[in-house]
């Protein structure tokens, strides 16, 4: 959460950081400020909305050859200007920005409150600042470690020295922080996309590490001042991902690329021969995958949802017992890891808090963990044993569709791998594969009916409420289906169980309170489709997402039609006219699809 970049070189920094701070608005948008070094000083700007009111309201001739600059997802402190970064020390020759949150910055507040220092803002940020201005050391680097010695918590922090304008001082724990080298020029950025434009060759920082960027290089090193001798790598990110195109909104963008994305994800990875497929990063012989009797799956959010999806893939190809959980919930109940249990993690960023605290979790009591990503060199890609790329592309809308769905699609080759190596036959091994394949020509033809899912996504709108129902693997749809509602279209909407509407629920249903039912045409159809009919029958209305020659039973019902897989890959289908019914809910309620209030792209604090 929030957005950090950063700029050392020969030309003004003002427009790259600005240009920057623009690609990572998705991370936090609450609030967005600039800090510019030169010889003559630093000047600070701040405004509370979009980096657009930001740029705005700055001087037309403002330049500098440093700057750094934060766009904001709130923590400590309200939406005002004075809580936004970057922060600045009283004497106004410290500058921070800063992404996680300062544990004790309440004690150290105080603390420093005692001494005499004046607080203008709420924030844990401010502290930071604070303490590096009255470090007794001779050097930038010095007084931020001496600071940061007193600091628990998790960050990621820029500073900006007044007295010191050619250099950058960073640091990491706990919260992501990327050096991109360029031709006389540094660049540094919480995220990749806010630097692609400019260089490829980047050094991802490590926790409890430091840097020092000047315009000609950089130095990397430890807590003790070890040098870390860190080498730049070459990254594979296309400028084209985070364009918008000829397209409304990202999310709209991130929908359509959905085909091309689940080729990618599925490229050289499934194997006709053997009905099988091939995944090599997971660093498993087969016989080791046999060895594991169970599988938990981790992730937070949408990403949780696609676990329990995979849960049940990989309970029905691999007959292992399976199941999910809320990363976040996690590693506070002291979890019992077991070391025939194969523990997998999923993150869109490979960067989200609670799911690299599971990961270190599992590996401080020895489990086995692997990761489903989409970030190359992210913390949980870097931290886990093995693991694949989801190969889905940058991702900038808050709400994840392409991610997701190579979530889901990963699970699947992972479902089959485990499968084939147990008591899953030939035939169904390549029945799946064939699925599989045919995934991207079926997403296309969903897409197609976009226009049809948007009228009926339209009298959804006008709703204040709404159920989601599904059973079995169902339910995961469902659940995804309401998360995505709620959280573009701010309209309340709850996931149910199909079968569980009768021990609760239908007490809410009347004429006001649609229900979205997923009724896929296996072997419950008979049973889903009793259920909705209890709701038609106590007068709420049904929308169904069901497969072709399906008859809902229902006159009139609203019906969203998606092509037929093979069972046990129906549900990654089903998601995808739920994110286009989303979609044009919010698009008709006139809200930002893009950023939704209050949330943020990649969750990097608890």
């Not at 390549?430 to 009228?455: D, N, S």
Request: charged fraction near 25%; charge should be negative; aromatic fraction near 4%.
């Amino acid at each position: 959460m929030c957005g950090i970049v950063g700029y050392v070189g020969r030309q003004n920094a003002v427009p790259i950081v600005l240009e920057s701070l623009a690609r990572l608005e998705y991370r936090g948008y609450d609030s967005a400020g600039i800090a510019v070094g030169s010889e003559r000083g630093t000047r600070i700007f701040r405004r509370v909305g979009r980096v657009r009111d930001l740029e705005a309201s700055l001087p037309k001739r403002l330049s500098g050859r440093t700057g750094i600059g934060h766009t904001r997802w709130a923590t400590h402190g309200s939406v005002i200007e004075a809580n936004a970064h970057p922060q600045t020390s009283a004497d106004g020759r410290i500058s921070v920005v800063h992404n996680g949150m300062i544990d004790n910055a309440a004690a150290l507040r105080a603390e420093l409150e005692a001494a005499g220092v004046a607080f203008a803002s709420e924030t844990d940020t401010e502290v930071i600042a604070q303490l590096i201005a009255r470090a007794r050391a001779d050097t930038p680097e010095a007084a931020v470690l001496d600071a940061l010695a007193r600091v628990t918590g998790t960050y990621a922090v820029v500073v900006l020295d007044a007295q010191h304008p050619d250099r950058l001082v960073l640091a990491r724990n706990g919260s992501p922080l990327i050096i991109g080298v360029g031709d006389h020029e540094m660049f540094v950025a919480s995220d990749l996309s806010a630097i692609v434009r400019h260089t490829s060759s980047v050094v991802m920082l490590d926790d409890g590490e430091l840097a020092t960027v000047t315009a000609d290089s950089f130095r990397t090193f430890t807590r003790e001042e070890s040098d870390t001798a860190r080498t730049p790598t070459d990254v594979d990110l296309a400028v084209e991902g985070i364009e918008l195109g000829d397209h409304a909104h990202f999310m709209h963008k991130e929908m359509h690329d959905q085909p091309a994305a689940v080729e990618s994800v599925l490229r050289g990875r499934l194997d006709d021969r053997f009905g099988t497929a091939r995944l090599d990063g997971l660093n498993l012989s087969a016989r080791e995958l046999r060895e594991f009797r169970r599988v938990k799956i981790l992730g937070c959010g949408s990403a949780y949802y696609v676990g329990q999806l995979g849960a049940g893939l990989i309970e029905e190809l691999a007959r292992v017992p399976a199941d999910a959980e809320a990363a976040s919930e996690f590693r506070y109940r002291n979890p019992i890891i077991e070391p025939d249990t194969l523990y997998i993690v999923v993150s869109q960023s490979g960067e989200t808090a609670d799911t690299a605290f599971a990961v270190r979790e599992i590996k401080r009591k020895g489990g086995r963990v692997v990761g489903l990503v989409n970030v190359a060199g992210s913390s949980i890609a870097r931290e886990v044993d093995g693991g694949l790329y989801l190969h889905a592309g940058p991702e900038v809308a808050v709400a994840s569709t392409k991610a997701l769905t190579n979530m889901a699609v990963a699970f699947a080759l992972v479902a089959l791998m485990l499968g084939r190596v147990r008591d899953l036959s030939f035939a169904d091994g390549g029945r799946i594969v064939a699925g599989l394949r045919a995934l991207p020509e079926q997403i296309g033809q969903i897409l197609a009916e976009e226009q049809r899912i948007a009228e009926v996504a339209a009298d959804l709108a006008a709703a204040s409420s709404l159920f989601f129902v599904g059973r079995v693997q169902g339910y995961p749809v469902a659940r995804e289906g309401a998360q995505k509602f709620k959280e573009i279209s701010y309209r309340h909407a709850e996931a149910y169980p199909a079968s569980e509407l009768k021990h609760g629920p239908l007490a809410l249903i009347d004429a006001s309170l649609p229900t979205v039912a997923i009724l896929p045409d296996d072997a419950l159809l008979d049973r889903n489709r009793a259920a909705v009919q209890q709701i038609a029958a106590r007068g709420g209305p049904v929308v169904a997402v069901t497969h072709p020659g399906v008859d809902v039973g229902i006159e009139g019902a609203p019906t969203v039609v998606v092509p037929k897989s093979e069972p046990e890959l129906d549900p990654i289908l089903m998601t995808i006219p739920l994110q286009l019914l989303a979609y044009h809910a919010a698009v008709t309620l006139g809200l930002d699809v893009d950023k939704p209030r209050n949330l943020a792209k990649s969750v990097t604090v608890e």
